[in-house]
């Protein structure tokens, strides 16, 4: 529990932009993939987003020329930098880790609400 932390959300209007921050824990944050999720009202939750231990990184298609994924490992913190806002946007945002060391191990935040106002 607590063990990834997200920040950042909050109300901004179309076309502007919002960094999210995930701090977690060391023992989970060196050993895993880091990755952004969103899940807007009556929606599936999906990926926007996700960087390996070693910084390589992928996107969902229609993100990709907006949304920036990048990891501070001196901090234990992965960043989610989402530019050019669309109301579509609007979602819970969650940070996720999977370890890729040691066996398979998922963890989830508490999600952190994004609303973009047109």
């Known amino acids: 529990q607590g063990q990834l932390v997200e920040s950042g959300g909050g109300l901004v209007q179309a076309g502007g932009s919002l960094r999210l921050s995930c701090a977690a824990s060391?023992?989970?944050?060196?050993?895993?993939?880091m990755g952004w999720y969103r899940q807007a009202p009556g929606k599936q939750r999906e990926l926007v987003a996700v960087?390996?231990?070693?910084?390589?990184?992928n996107y969902a298609e229609s993100e990709k020329d907006r949304f920036t994924i990048s990891r501070d490992n001196a901090k234990n913190t992965v960043y989610l930098q989402m530019n050019s806002l669309k109301p579509e946007d609007t979602a819970v945002y969650y940070c996720?880790?999977?370890?890729?060391?040691?066996?398979?191990?998922?963890?989830w935040g508490q999600g952190t609400q994004v609303t973009v106002s047109s």
């Open positions: 060391r023992s989970i944050f060196s050993i895993s993939a």
């Open positions: 996720a880790a999977r370890t890729v060391v040691g066996g398979r191990r998922d963890y």
């Open positions: 960087t390996s231990p070693g910084g390589s990184t």
